[in-house]
């Protein structure tokens, strides 16, 4: 074998270790492999038969992480709407037209990122975009103002603006503002179970028309979501958010009044939860504590719990006997909203079982 393949092997077999993901991976080898020099002349036959399998395999790795790479992109149909303007920041969102025949439901999809974090296009979120779109749901994913600059309520109040722009303008989506969800995970789930329970009403003496348009949804979906601070301790997040609240109120006052489930009622919408069961965050108990409360007055809580889950959706796909979340709660959205409309487009594939060994 000539004396540089070893030299050759060696770049081929240290990318792996120095890339980071999948997508950033396959690129590397692509990248470095065209750039190391093979052979002028080979001896053997045997030779070129390894470097042209050494190529073909940095090929397929390459056509692979493309593959990832873009099962993870989406493009808006319509990127960065205003929804409104507060403290001379603009409120945006982005816009996924829906499939079919209108008018559409509306799924109101909000982002996580501890309260400071985050943007509209965060793939935990956003993802469900990828199939409730091609399922005739018109969507819109949201950007809101961020702690610490702006702790609770703000961003509450952002998400309810959001709410009521889109209601007031709903007939220039072809979308139904009857039927209207809110979908979001994280600190957006948190936003969800808030927004959803607060069933904000509109001001009739606003001088702004979306201002005079309610905030209240029918539906509800929160993804690894806090229902209440009492029970989890409050951690460098929360404090971003709620620490102003309770240097004015005392600590149980604020808790009490930046708490989703303290806004139970019995003309709350219904509400599906979705976490797994080994959030690192967000215990079991928050989802079965806000299930309580609910059935207690009345209304509906169903709960898709997730074996072996952490906090995202990102690997869920992975997970061993994973239960088809995606269809289930597109299906449970269908049934609360009175829509019917193709399920299964954009779900992510789940991964192959493990060999028996």
Known sequence: MPKTFPRLQLYFLQIPVRAKGPGLKALSICRIFQGVKTPSSLRTIRSATVVLRLTLLALSFCAVGAGLAAAETRTPTQ???????????????DYYAPAGKGPHPIAIVIHGGGYHGGDSKNGSEAYVADFLAPAGYAV???????????PYPYMVLDVERAVRYIRYHAKDWNADPSKIA???GSAGGF????????NALGDPAAPDPVDRESARVHAVVSLFAQ???EFVPLNADVHRLLD?????KGLQAAIREAS????????APPFLQILGDRDEYIPFSEATNLQTALQAVGVRCDIIRIPNGRHGTG??????GVPDWEREMTEWLNARLHHKGPIGAGIRARAPAPTPQ
């Open 79 to 93: 990127d960065g709407l205003l929804y409104g303007t507060a403290d001379g920041q603009s409120l945006t969102m």
């Open 140 to 150: 819109f994913s949201v950007n809101y103002r961020l702690a610490p600059k702006y």
């Open 182 to 184: 809110l979908v979001g």
């Open 191 to 198: 936003l969800s179970n808030m927004v959803g329970l607060k």
């Open 227 to 229: 229902s209440s601070f």
């Open 244 to 248: 102003p609240l309770i240097a004015e």
């Open 260 to 267: 989703p489930i303290t806004y139970v009622a019995k003309d």
């Open 315 to 320: 690997e869920w796909h992975k997970l061993p």
